[in-house]
């Protein structure tokens, strides 16, 4: 019977691939494609793969369920350990996330409850690259107001690591998903365990999101965007980029765990909860919490289980601190915590010295909750936007009017004059928990009245992801939820019935004849976006190809650019088609230049560029009166 493999952890694989000849690494992508359909658990909890009649490869997890050392997996073929079969096996398996750091040696007062999964890892020793040169203009600027000068300069050995993530980034996106095998992965690996080694796990994170990219994106799997792998390598090669350069700005480096620190005496209350369910296994809930200062706050129960952890951790109890209640309770009531701590992201500890008393709950009409309801949704979109790394776990609430459904999504428009559609979808898709069910239903009533808190999509235009919906005050045809609820409704975990909805029909809502002007899809920027996909697609050979001849996907894209103003994606466009295509030669035709770095800093200008371009429509999209589309400066 065939079974799914154990996640392995990224040095291990990065480990084996290196230890491989030449000739058996240009093999290994044909051996590991397909071999994990014949995997069998056996009785004593090991997997294993046979290869032909000689060889078997065993691997054994450990308590975690994961392959942690080399010596868990095993082959019985005479070139074991450096064999192509255990190699083969274990690229074929999911890369494990790096365990959660125990956060009672960073937490004052003792351990805390087990948090979420962080930043995974990869493998081995650093190489002695020369530090890429960055040029000016080809990064873009994140991170804290305060100047990096305050910060500590990095390490000699973080340079270096920086410089060997960079090289090896580099070299991964000049060969695109079609030669971005198992050997390309596993020296991305190799150098994001490095990083890790020297103290950079953002920069390893942000190695291991494109890696998954690629595996994701050579499997055709379902979900998978190029956009996403296209966003993940400008992440990677700006992070990897500016820290070679010796920038040492904290919001680059990272932290390597969530540490704690005392938070004193806090009032917090409840605003909803919110189901999480990874890729890599991980399921719970996180319930989010306001101060009376309007501070945020969250706690956090998310540990190994998927689907089922996720739907049952949104009533199991809150550990923090001997708290009587569970998420259910606190995301509709309080607690009054004395100890507190803190991580720097508003993370509530659950140390030794943590006392927490529960405190009755206050509707979203009264302080604090009522803030995020006071102020335009546009004002916030932008403040968000100037701040992305704050954007992750920032809630916005609003006050809309149904105007119904259209495709997968929810059509609304905001109560205030002039205020444009607003695309509502699912804060999580799968079909087993209830966000996708509540707002088909919330279509079914157009005219509507909702109050709506959710995450806004900064990928998208004017797109609202809700965690959960209560009435609007004052209104007649809105919400009638029950009265323990306290006028709201947890999307993933409620659900709306009939009795919920206001009986009648509602005033009438006129039906746009359709959904209005898009200023991201209809902008020729893109072009550029298309540009840039095809290089990650098919490597800088396929983004050479597109540059030639006078019919050129490069070529044609720099009128509209430059007709409609955007002269400065227009040049950097020109840029990256004519670097792709820059191979100059000796007399003998040997390659003179065969470094890709000119190729990366021409492609994470253009990649950059787009992305703030695209940040200024996206924000004109919550903002813009319907028919409206602010222009785009070109520079």
């Given at each position: 019977?065939?079974?799914?493999?154990?996640?392995?952890?990224?040095?291990?694989l990065?480990?084996?691939?290196e230890?491989l000849?030449?000739r058996l690494?240009?093999?290994l992508?044909?051996?590991?494609?397909?071999?994990a359909?014949?995997?069998?658990?056996t009785?004593?909890?090991?997997?294993?793969?046979?290869?032909?009649?000689?060889?078997?490869?065993?691997l054994s997890?450990?308590p975690?369920?994961?392959?942690?050392?080399?010596?868990?997996?095993?082959?019985?073929?005479?070139?074991?350990?450096?064999c192509?079969?255990?190699?083969?096996?274990?690229?074929?398996?999911p890369?494990?996330?790096?365990?959660?750091?125990?956060?009672?040696?960073?937490?004052?007062?003792g351990?805390a409850?087990?948090?979420?999964?962080?930043?995974?890892?990869?493998?081995?020793?650093?190489?002695?690259?020369?530090?890429?040169?960055?040029?000016?203009?080809?990064?873009?600027?994140?991170?804290?107001?305060?100047?990096?000068?305050?910060?500590?300069?990095?390490?000699?050995?973080?340079?270096?690591?920086?410089?060997?993530?960079?090289?090896?980034a580099?070299?991964?996106l000049?060969?695109?998903?079609?030669?971005?095998?198992?050997?390309?992965q596993?020296?991305?690996?190799?150098a994001?365990?490095?990083?890790?080694?020297?103290?950079?796990?953002?920069?390893?994170?942000?190695?291991?999101?494109?890696?998954?990219?690629?595996?994701?994106a050579?499997?055709?799997?379902?979900?998978?965007?190029?956009?996403?792998?296209?966003?993940?390598?400008?992440?990677?090669?700006?992070?990897?980029?500016?820290?070679?350069?010796?920038?040492?700005?904290?919001?680059?480096?990272?932290?390597?765990?969530?540490?704690?620190?005392?938070g004193?005496?806090?009032?917090?209350?409840g605003?909803?909860?919110?189901?999480?369910?990874?890729a890599?296994?991980?399921?719970?809930?996180v319930t989010?919490?306001?101060?009376?200062d309007?501070?945020?706050?969250?706690?956090?129960?998310?540990?190994?289980?998927?689907?089922?952890?996720?739907?049952?951790?949104?009533?199991?109890?809150?550990?923090l601190?001997?708290?009587?209640?569970?998420?259910a309770?606190l995301?509709?009531?309080?607690?009054?915590?004395?100890?507190?701590?803190?991580?720097?992201?508003?993370?509530l500890?659950?140390?030794?010295?943590?006392?927490?008393?529960?405190?009755p709950?206050t509707?979203w009409?009264?302080?604090?909750a009522?803030?995020?309801?006071?102020r335009?949704?546009?004002?916030?979109?932008a403040e968000?936007?100037?701040?992305?790394?704050?954007?992750?776990s920032?809630l916005?609430?609003?006050?809309?009017?149904?105007?119904?459904?259209?495709?997968?999504?929810?059509l609304?428009?905001?109560?205030?004059?002039d205020a444009?559609?607003?695309?509502?979808?699912p804060?999580?898709?799968?079909?087993e928990?209830?966000?996708?069910?509540?707002?088909?239903?919330?279509a079914?009533?157009?005219g509507l009245?909702?109050?709506?808190?959710?995450?806004?999509d900064?990928d998208?235009?004017?797109?609202?992801?809700?965690?959960?919906v209560?009435?609007?005050?004052?209104?007649?045809?809105?919400?009638?939820?029950?009265?323990?609820?306290?006028?709201?409704?947890?999307l993933?975990?409620?659900?709306?019935?009939?009795?919920?909805?206001?009986?009648g029909?509602?005033a009438?809502?006129?039906?746009?004849?359709?959904?209005?002007?898009?200023?991201?899809?209809?902008?020729?920027?893109?072009?550029?976006r298309r540009?840039?996909?095809?290089?990650?697609?098919?490597?800088?050979?396929?983004?050479?190809e597109?540059?030639?001849?006078?019919?050129?996907?490069a070529?044609?894209?720099?009128?509209?650019?430059?007709r409609?103003?955007?002269?400065?994606?227009?040049?950097?466009?020109?840029?990256?088609?004519?670097?792709?295509?820059?191979?100059?030669?000796?007399?003998?035709?040997?390659?003179?230049?065969a470094?890709?770095?000119?190729?990366?800093w021409a492609?994470?200008?253009?990649?950059?560029?787009?992305?703030?371009?695209e940040?200024?429509?996206?924000?004109?999209?919550?903002?813009?009166?319907p028919?409206?589309?602010?222009?785009?400066?070109?520079?």
């Open positions: 019977m065939s079974t799914e493999l154990p996640p392995v952890a990224p040095e291990v990065a480990e084996a691939v230890d000849t030449p690494r240009k093999k992508d044909a051996a590991t494609e397909g071999c359909a014949g995997a069998v658990l009785a004593d909890g090991t997997v294993t793969l046979r290869f032909g009649e000689d060889a078997l490869v065993t997890p450990g975690a369920g994961t392959i942690t050392t080399a010596d868990q997996a095993a082959c019985s073929c005479l070139l074991a350990p450096r192509l079969h255990r190699a083969a096996a274990l690229g074929a398996a890369l494990a996330d790096t365990p959660p750091e125990p956060v009672a040696a960073a937490e004052p007062g351990p409850a087990p948090a979420e999964p962080a930043a995974p890892a990869g493998p081995t020793e650093p190489t002695k690259p020369t530090e890429p040169t960055k040029p000016t203009g080809s990064t873009e600027t994140t991170g804290p107001a305060d100047p990096l000068e305050s910060a500590p300069a990095l390490t000699e050995a973080q340079r270096r690591a920086a410089g060997a993530l960079w090289h090896v580099a070299e991964a000049a060969a695109g998903v079609t030669a971005g095998g198992a050997v390309v596993a020296e991305l690996l190799r994001a365990h490095t990083a890790r080694l020297a103290g950079l796990p953002r920069a390893e994170a942000a190695a291991l999101r494109v890696v998954r990219g690629l595996r994701a050579r499997e055709r799997r379902a979900g998978q965007r190029l956009g996403d792998l296209t966003g993940a390598f400008r992440e990677l090669l700006h992070t990897a980029g500016t820290l070679a350069s010796g920038s040492a700005d904290p919001a680059l480096t990272g932290t390597t765990r969530r540490a704690y620190a005392p004193g005496s806090l009032q917090v209350h605003l909803c909860r919110e189901p999480v369910l990874s890599t296994g991980y399921g719970g809930v989010h919490l306001l101060s009376p309007g501070t945020p706050y969250s706690v956090s129960d998310v540990r190994p289980g998927g689907l089922a952890r996720a739907r049952g951790a949104g009533s199991a109890s809150v550990a601190g001997g708290a009587t209640l569970d998420h309770g995301a509709r009531g309080g607690l009054r915590i004395v100890g507190a701590t803190v991580s720097a992201e508003g993370r500890g659950a140390g030794r010295g943590v006392r927490a008393t529960p405190l709950g509707a009409t009264e302080q604090p009522a803030r995020l309801f006071a335009p949704a546009a004002e916030a979109v968000l936007l100037a701040a992305p790394d704050a954007a992750e920032a916005l609430g609003c006050d809309v009017t149904v105007v119904g459904a259209a495709g997968e999504h929810l609304v428009r905001e109560t205030r004059p444009p559609l607003l695309r509502l979808v804060a999580h898709p799968h079909p928990l209830a966000h996708t069910e509540n707002l088909r239903r919330i079914s009533y157009p009245l909702l109050r709506v808190l959710g995450r806004p900064l998208r235009t004017a797109t609202l992801r809700p965690l959960a209560g009435p609007v005050p004052g209104a007649e045809h809105t919400l009638r939820l029950p009265e323990e609820w306290l006028g709201r409704a947890d993933g975990y409620d659900r709306l019935q009939g009795a919920h909805f206001p009986q029909a509602a009438p809502v006129p039906l746009p004849a359709a959904e209005g002007p898009d200023p991201l899809a209809d902008s020729p920027l893109w072009r550029v540009l840039l996909e095809t290089g990650v697609a098919g490597g800088r050979r396929a983004v050479a597109a540059a030639r001849g006078t019919d050129s996907l070529a044609a894209s720099y009128g509209p650019l430059r409609a103003g955007l002269t400065g994606a227009a040049d950097l466009a020109a840029a990256l088609a004519a670097e792709a295509d820059r191979r100059p030669r000796d007399v003998f035709g040997r390659l003179a230049d470094s890709p770095d000119g190729y990366a492609w994470l200008a253009a990649a950059t560029h787009l992305a703030a371009a940040r200024c429509l996206i924000a004109a999209s919550w903002a813009a009166t028919g409206a589309a602010a222009p785009v400066s070109g520079r």
